[in-house]
């Protein structure tokens, strides 16, 4: 008797795949394929930097184009968001934020709002709030601090080889005055909430793949052949501002939203990928042991789990090889030379301290 | 009977070698945290700090009991360790203090960046800090460490090889030394407050209007000389004569 079913491969089946299968791997049609020199960048939500985090200890080309100055401990860089993403955008929750990011940097799109007051006195960019602790000392400075970030950006953009973008809320604020949106509410890291100057909105299918269809012609027509892949973040909402609904429901929304958008653009794109990280941690076969005790953050064997996925199915390496150890300390040699040059400058006051040196 | 105990790093030795000079100063002492058996002069031991027990066996030992003003001279170099000359990979930053103009074509590094870098640098230092505010028994002040030479020009003629190296660098420009001597110098005023102590500024007379050091106090690029040495004395006895048990 013969059916379509008949002759399907066993990742279309459940038991097969799912329920007797050792490790589910839902990625089985890439269309392209990671080379290790290929320059790898990165943005989106929290779930993204666990893949810039686990791209580097896998040796590939994870590219940061606004690295830390060597000045910088790896402690330090972290605290300040250096290679937290390819570029110190911190996190880009939304497809929209995404489209006015790429517009800001090439000054097409310049907000009202430029810096928010902390009661501190500090400023924050309102669009990077929590980029950095306690803020920028003045307008000036966080303004050249953005202006060389987005020069940063610009040369990412030119030279990425793979664009990996994590989808992650469908809900934002947005100014009623020019339609620019933050990454984080109004008057919770800085600024201050005013119904008045700012409006919920809870992105549509419609709408994110509008702004996603513009941001990959966009990215196309400055980096042709640019591989791009997408994923949607599985980590739930901390909260929701859609009146009536609960977080879980919410949650499920626009979990949904993001999915169906991500599959519709990969439908009409070429060299566009969904990257099925999601289902890899929420599907039936994690049985919930892919998140940590709060039930929102994603736990280390998931990661790994998701990146084994990615390796088997987009590189040539072996998704068990051996990690890359990359070194937590950063080097710098010259503040070791000049920290041994003063030691024994004070060292030496102790041969003659009487003498009265003049420089 | 009234004694002084000065405890630090390099920055006590000018004011060792003031108090050599004259017997006004007969009743101060002098611990050098330099010395191999005072190191490291404090460790986290079990989540607890824990002063050197040399140290603190030093210290009983000159205290004998008595009544003791004592002055931390605690650390005070780092901030030229990072901040005297240019680093290789050239950057700027701009501080709450001094106008600084911008450098074309030089990265710029956020204040905060910068001080994250020297608070960490600093960590030891303040943990030394912390251990002998717990430790001592008396009235305690932590010293600013001399405020930075303003001259490039006596900078670049430092003998040595800590002139070659400044030579080598390169000086950077006096308002960015200053910002990371007075990041420094926050750091220590915030861990002396936080540990109930006080902290005294560089003698006022030793300053110029703009905060560097005047050059009759210059030594080398990190130190103050014996003749600062005497107005620290002065100040930190004239400090003592504010409290009412001594």
Redesign the interface.
């Known amino acids: 008797m013969s059916h379509p079913y008949k002759d399907l491969p066993d990742y279309a089946f459940w038991r097969r795949s799912v329920v007797e299968c050792n490790e589910v791997n839902p990625a089985v049609s890439p269309s392209f394929s990671l080379r290790p020199h290929e320059k790898v960048a990165t943005a989106g939500s929290c779930f993204a930097q666990h893949i810039a985090r686990h791209l580097k200890k896998r040796g590939f080309s994870y590219y940061i184009a606004e690295p830390a100055h060597p000045i910088m401990s790896e402690d330090v860089a972290r605290t300040f968001n250096y290679g937290t993403f390819s570029c110190r955008y911190g996190n880009v929750y939304t497809s929209l934020q995404l489209k006015q990011l790429i517009e800001r940097v090439y000054g097409e799109f310049v907000p009202h709002e430029s810096a928010w007051q902390l009661e501190t006195g500090l400023w924050v960019d309102p669009f990077r709030p929590q980029i950095q602790p306690r803020g920028f000392i003045s307008v000036d400075e966080l303004e050249r601090d953005r202006s060389q970030h987005f020069a940063s950006v610009r040369h990412m953009l030119s030279s990425m080889d793979v664009f990996i973008f994590t989808l992650g809320l469908t809900e934002c604020w947005v100014s009623r005055s020019d339609g620019s949106v933050f990454p984080i509410c109004p008057g919770v890291s800085g600024g201050k909430f005013d119904h008045e100057a700012y409006r919920f909105q809870n992105l549509t299918v419609r709408e994110i793949v509008t702004d996603m269809s513009w941001v990959i012609d966009r990215l196309r027509a400055i980096r042709p052949g640019l591989k791009i892949l997408l994923t949607v973040s599985p980590v739930p909402l901390m909260a929701t501002a859609a009146g009536g609904r609960h977080v879980l429901s919410a949650t499920t929304y626009s979990k949904s939203v993001l999915r169906v958008a991500a599959e519709e653009l990969c439908e009409a794109q070429d060299m566009v990928d969904y990257f099925p990280s999601y289902e890899i941690i929420t599907g039936p076969n994690a049985r919930g042991s892919y998140f940590a005790s709060d039930l929102r953050s994603v736990t280390e064997n998931g990661v790994d789990h998701v990146m084994r996925a990615f390796i088997r199915s987009y590189t040539d390496q072996k998704a068990d090889a051996e990690m890359v150890n990359v070194s937590t300390q950063r080097e710098d040699d010259h503040v070791e030379k000049m920290e041994a040059i003063i030691q024994t400058n004070c060292d030496e006051q102790a041969l003659d301290p009487l003498v009265l040196r003049t420089l | 009977m009234k004694r002084f105990l000065f405890i630090g ?2 920055h006590v ?2 004011i ?2 003031a108090a ?2 004259s017997p006004r100063w007969a009743d101060a002492h002098f611990l ?1 945290l ?1 010395r191999d058996e005072f190191k490291p002069a404090a460790r986290i031991i079990d989540g607890r700090i824990v002063l050197n027990r040399a140290l603190s066996d030093a210290i009983d030992r000159i205290v004998k009991g008595e009544e003791c003003f004592f002055a931390l001279a605690v650390g005070g ?1 780092m901030h ?3 901040g ?2 240019h ?3 050239k ?1 700027q930053f ?3 203090w001094k106008q600084v103009d ?1 450098v074309p074509e030089v ?7 910068v001080r ?2 020297l608070e ?2 600093l960590s030891y230092q303040l943990l030394v800090l912390r251990a002998l505010a717990r430790h001592v028994d008396g009235p305690l002040v932590q010293l600013q460490s001399p405020p930075p ?1 303003p ?1 490039k020009e ?2 670049l ?2 003998p ?3 002139g070659q ?1 400044i030579r080598q ?1 390169g000086v950077l420009d006096e308002k960015s030394r200053f910002a990371w001597w007075r990041i420094q110098s926050d750091a220590f005023e915030a861990a002396a407050e936080e540990e109930g102590m006080g902290f005294l500024p560089a003698p006022s007379q030793c300053v110029d209007p703009e905060g560097f050091l005047i050059k009759e106090a ?6 103050g ?3 600062y040495g005497e107005q620290v004395l002065s100040q930190v006895y004239g400090e003592a004569e504010n409290v009412p048990s001594l």
Not at chain 2, 107 to 113: D, I, N, S, T
Not at chain 2, 218 to 223: K, L, N, S, Y
Request: proline fraction near 11%; charge should be negative; hydrophobic fraction near 45%.
């Open positions: 790093h390099s030795r000018a060792e070698a050599a000079r050098d330099n170099a030229n360790v990072l005297l000359v680093h290789p990979v950057f701009m501080n709450p911008p990265p710029m590094l956020p204040f905060e960046a994250g870098v960490e640098s030479v001259s006596a900078l003629a430092t040595g090889v800590y190296a660098f210059w030594r080398d690029p990190t130190h000389n014996v003749w």
